[in-house]
């Protein structure tokens, strides 16, 4: 059971737009730590989508884009493209000195 | 071309040790913290550990202190993990990653090499 917590699975269809959420606490997401998100293509190392909540690094695509709230976070993809099938990982940091991962969701391109 | 390898993984019987290694190039090994991050099979990421450049700062996850040590040799731009006690619960792919830091530990991981497998049997 991971502190971050994320829903296993989303999908949509192509063009579409989804949410993938990263629900946390007060002892990290919550305590102002960012929020960062990982693209895994199957088979592949994950790559970095979205840093410091909303960055994107360069040769992102634009349809990605990041957001934080509270205790929360969520990436955002639209137009969804059936290359986008993948996992995706929220990170962040705890209070408690750990760097943390989330579940993982996976996307499901119709 | 910017890249990181590792290799050393393997198969190992519980109790045994391993010693990982992470070959990085096409950047300033020496002005970067490191970390190892692993995924066992079928599984979500678990940060492992993180090294400041000049290894004065380590840090690690729980489950794996007084057991694996993260250390590095800037001179060789090589990043290594010795692992020891294995357990099974250890088996996993190891990714050496780089991680920026921007006042730790606000952090992330901005490039990842394919990683190595290590599987922890009998």
């Known amino acids: 059971q991971s502190v971050l917590t994320q829903p296993p699975s989303v999908s949509g269809a192509p063009g579409q737009r989804v949410t993938i959420s990263c629900t946390g606490s007060?002892?990290?997401?919550?305590?102002?730590?960012?929020v960062h998100w990982y693209q895994q293509l199957p088979g592949t190392a994950p790559k970095l989508l979205i840093y410091?909540?909303?960055y994107r690094p360069s040769g992102v695509p634009d349809r990605f884009s990041g957001s934080k709230s509270g205790t929360s976070a969520s990436l955002a993809i639209t137009g969804l493209q059936a290359e986008d099938e993948a996992d995706y990982y929220c990170?962040?940091?705890?209070?408690?000195?750990?760097?943390?991962f989330g579940g993982g969701t996976k996307l499901t391109v119709l | 071309e910017v890249q990181l390898v590792e290799s050393g993984g393997g198969l190992v019987q519980p109790g045994g040790s391993l010693r990982l290694s992470c070959a990085a190039s096409?950047?300033?090994?020496?002005?970067?913290?490191m970390s190892w991050v692993r995924q066992a099979p079928g599984k979500g990421l678990e940060w492992v550990a993180n090294?400041?450049?000049?290894?004065?700062?380590?840090y690690y996850v729980d489950s794996v202190k007084g057991r694996f040590t993260v250390s590095r040799d800037n001179a060789n731009n090589s990043l290594y993990l010795q692992m020891t006690s294995l357990r099974a619960e250890d088996t996993a792919v190891y990714y050496c990653?780089?991680?920026?830091?921007?006042?730790?530990?606000?952090?992330?991981?901005?490039?990842w090499g394919r990683g190595t497998l290590v599987t922890v049997s009998s």
């Open positions: 090294i400041r450049q000049d290894g004065s700062e380590k």
């Open positions: 007060s002892s990290n997401i919550g305590a102002d730590y960012d």
């Open positions: 990653a780089r991680l920026k830091v921007a006042g730790y530990p606000y952090c992330y991981f901005d490039l």
């Open positions: 990170q962040s940091y705890d209070s408690s000195l750990s760097v943390l």
């Open positions: 410091g909540n909303t």
């Open positions: 096409g950047f300033t090994f020496s002005s970067d913290w």
